[in-house]
């Protein structure tokens, strides 16, 4: 049973009655324990020999104690032929086993009275045998209270007998708390003990199987995974490695000049200290392009490296039909946009070729085809801007002086058709921008904001509000106007290139402002104001920190 809260068998903790234990395990321990009964017997029969053959005879010695050596010695040998089986079986003769070893003992202390002194000792050992050797605690305290028991019977017959004094009593309770003691001590360790070796036994096979889990893992994933030793020789850690660079398992490991000598110099260049590039790199056995990425392995004096190799070919592919289809789009977006003021202009030719238009109509229809000149100019000047990196000279620029100069100029250029109000904020306004990008960011918002405005109030107005956004340290531009803005479906597609709420827009201002703040590390974004109007905003960072 499994414990649900910490993960481990309930079985490792049975709790005071049963220690769980391998019959492999407690055989190993009884013979052990079964040298030490060989042992002993030896020396009884040594002894024995020593009173029988010896100059001088052995006080207190009793012939029976040649039979109990016999007893022991036999015993031996019969539990070594028998050592091996089950658990149970294992239990069974460890038990059997230390209680003949207590009547021998008992026998052996009652017979050989000159001895005495020493002899009684010979139960702390058979208690500690039971103690180790029987997983049932209540069983070995039981062999603890017959070995307390067998003290204390011995020392009252010998006290009847007159052979010990009264003073013997005292040693015969000691001993026999002893027994106690010591069997409850060895009890309570050896579950200790079995229980760390059940947890380690459990944690080596986690370990074993999260190694196994980890092989799977790398075995089957597509990115290559390699180790680059000292020497430079290449060696796949698996499969999708040896596919992506070629290699042969029959000559593994490779150096690494040999699988790709683009790949070996970009390894030697990482480890010079170089920046790793990004650009794919092309395996001349496979013909196939990588990304390489390279990470130091284990200790930072250890000159292994680990690489990753990921499959560029399928990105490759498939950036490039991403970038089929953006052109496809972008071109069929241009066509589109071309088609109508040419469509205008070709209708216009056609009716000033008619001998019936008079001179008004005529200067309407030339006028028509100059608009439509302009605006297809004006696409065409877009879209290279747009196919142009976007590039950035930054400079300083204080707002609270440059934005009145800038107001006054754009009316200025509009013949005092359209009013732009200013409203900054008192704090420092300085900020990094391109003067150019900044003019034509701001052109772009106020014709779209004042033609707004105008269409919707019949007055072209809009406002200029600078605020400071102390919490990013930024400022604010906001380009503000009355009118009623787009609607909330049309939102996300409002900085998309072409796209325009205008019937003679070309859909390219909006992005193209948002490009030129991206280039300054400003962003742009739509909004509404509390008061319902249409503002945009452009987020510019401060040229210096907040204090």
């Known amino acids: 049973m499994v414990n649900e809260t910490t993960g481990r068998d309930t079985r490792d903790f049975v709790g005071a009655n049963h220690r769980p234990r391998e019959g492999r395990e407690l055989f190993r321990l009884l013979s052990v324990y079964n040298v030490y009964r060989l042992t002993l017997a030896l020396g009884l029969l040594g002894l024995a020999m020593t009173h029988r053959w010896g100059g001088e005879p052995i006080t207190g010695y009793h012939p029976g104690i040649l039979w109990l050596a016999g007893i022991w010695l036999a015993s031996a040998a019969v539990i070594n032929r028998f050592v091996g089986g089950s658990a149970q079986w294992a239990e069974n003769l460890a038990l059997a086993v230390v ?29 500690a045998a039971a103690a180790v050797l029987i997983p049932h605690r209540v069983t070995a305290t039981g062999v603890a209270a017959l070995a307390t028991l067998a003290v204390l019977g011995g020392t009252a017959l010998k006290l009847s007998s007159g052979t010990v004094n009264d003073g013997d009593w005292l040693y015969a309770s000691l001993l026999g708390s002893l027994n106690f003691a010591l069997s409850l001590f060895l009890q309570q360790l050896v579950m200790r003990l079995t229980s760390a070796e059940q947890l380690a036994d459990t944690a080596s096979s986690q370990i074993a199987t999260l190694e196994e889990l980890n092989q799977q893992i790398i075995s089957h994933m597509t990115t290559g995974i ?98 089929l289809r953006s052109l496809g789009k972008l071109t069929a977006s241009i066509a589109h946009e071309i088609r109508n003021p040419l469509a205008a202009i070709s209708h216009a030719v056609q009716l000033m070729a008619e001998p019936t238009a008079d001179v008004g109509e005529a200067a309407t229809l030339r006028e028509i085809v100059l608009n439509n000149t302009h605006r297809v100019n004006d696409i065409i000047d877009n879209i290279l801007q747009l196919s142009r990196p976007q590039t950035s000279g930054q400079e300083g620029v204080d707002l609270a002086k440059w934005l009145p100069n800038f107001v006054k100029e754009y009316e200025g250029t509009r013949n005092g058709d359209v009013s732009v109000s200013l409203a900054l904020a008192d704090s420092p306004l300085s900020i990094q921008f391109d003067t150019g990008n900044l003019r034509r960011v701001l052109v772009n918002l106020l014709d779209n904001g004042t033609e707004h405005a105008e269409r919707e109030t019949g007055r072209a107005v809009a406002t200029i509000a600078v605020t400071r956004d102390y919490r990013g340290n930024a400022v604010c531009v906001d380009v503000i106007d009355s009118g009623k803005g787009v609607q909330e479906n049309q939102v996300e597609h409002l900085f998309e290139p072409f796209f325009t709420t205008r019937p003679e827009g070309t859909g390219l201002g909006l992005y193209l402002s948002r490009e030129l703040c991206e280039a300054n590390r400003a962003t742009l974004s739509y909004g509404r104001t509390v008061e319902g109007c249409t503002r945009f905003r452009m987020n510019i960072p401060l040229r210096e920190p907040l204090s």
């Open 99 to 127: 209680l003949l070893d207590l009547v021998l003992v008992a026998f052996l202390v009652q017979l050989a009275a000159g001895l005495s002194g020493g002899l009684p000792l010979l139960f702390l050992v058979t208690v």
């Open 226 to 323: 390699c180790r680059i030793a000292p020497d430079n020789s290449l060696i796949p850690l698996n499969d999708a490695a040896t596919a992506l660079l070629g290699l042969s398992d029959a000559h593994l490991p490779q150096p690494l000049e040999t699988v790709s000598p683009r790949l070996a110099a970009v390894v030697a260049g990482w480890r010079s200290g170089q920046r790793l590039s990004v650009e794919p790199i092309i395996v001349e056995s496979t013909g196939g392009q990588i990304l390489p990425e390279l990470v130091h392995l284990g200790h930072t004096l250890d000159p292994e490296l680990m690489l990753f190799v990921d499959d560029y070919t399928a990105v490759s592919e498939a950036a490039q039909a991403l970038k």
